[in-house]
T-cell receptor, first 115, second 110 residues
Framework: GAVVSQHPSWVICKSGTSVKIECRSL??????MFWYRQFPKQSLMLMAT?????????EQGVEKDKFLINHASLTLSTLTVTSAHPEDSSFYIC???????????FGSGTQLSVL | DAKTTQPPSMDCAEGRAANLPCNHS???????VYWYRQIHSQGPQYIIH???NNETNEMASLIITEDRKSSTLILPHATLRDTAVYYC???????????FGTGTRLQVFP
């Protein structure tokens, strides 16, 4: 069964609104989670590391005020795309560290379309 | 992180073996080789990983050269459902972070 639950699967929003994406670790307690972004026909790009109880660590070039990450519990991390614009339209994927062979378990992704 | 080089695309006939190469000439001694695949519009799925020795599981086999500068993922009997982008990633054991390269788009045809 699924180890990581990501919600919603897809969302359409108007330009200027904010969108929240949830990532839940179903089987493990996760002190860290990772958020990736993927544009069409491109690879996954790591955006940030979500840290439980502390600030997220953002990769170079990712605006922390644009992509708000909250990791308030050991099973839930949220990514909020603030004041979304069409260029933020992308596939957002979260991941949770595994405890066996799998280094990371990935969510099913969220397709964001900003009109 | 060490970088990997993969061919952008490959084709394979259904039922035949798919051999996907990966170059990682700058791999460090403690870095593992991981393979993930991503079927269209889904999150990546773990396939296999290894350090030095060849590995096999129910999905695939991983062949790592003796100098560890390259590896090959083998899907022994490809099916249409194996059509996906395959990513070869090298990563040290002390981090959970995975940095994805461009991958190989495998198309399995009937």
């Amino acid at each position: 069964g699924a180890v990581v639950s990501q919600h919603p699967s897809w969302v359409i929003c108007k330009s200027g609104t904010s969108v929240k994406i949830e990532c839940r670790s179903l089987d493990f307690q996760a002190t860290t989670m990772f958020w990736y972004r993927q544009f069409p026909k491109q690879s996954l790009m790591l955006m940030a590391t979500s840290n439980e109880g502390s600030k997220a660590t953002y990769e170079q070039g990712v605006e922390k005020d644009k992509f708000l990450i909250n990791h308030a519990s050991l099973t839930l991390s949220t990514l909020t795309v603030t004041s979304a614009h069409p260029e933020d339209s992308s596939f957002y994927i979260c991941s949770v560290p595994g405890q066996g062979n799998e280094k990371l378990f990935f969510g099913s992704g969220t397709q964001l379309s900003v009109l | 992180d060490a970088k990997t080089t993969q061919p952008p695309s490959m084709d394979c006939a259904e039922g035949r073996a798919a051999n996907l190469p990966c170059n990682h000439s700058t791999i460090s001694g403690n870095e593992y080789v991981y393979w993930y695949r991503q079927i269209h519009s889904q999150g990546p799925q773990y396939i296999i990983h290894g350090l030095k020795n060849n590995e096999t599981n129910e999905m695939a086999s991983l062949i790592i050269t003796e100098d560890r500068k390259s590896s090959t993922l083998i899907l022994p009997h490809a099916t249409l459902r194996d059509t996906a982008v395959y990513y070869c990633i090298v990563s040290p054991p002390y981090t959970d972070k995975l940095i994805f390269g461009t991958g190989t788009r495998l198309q399995v045809f009937p």
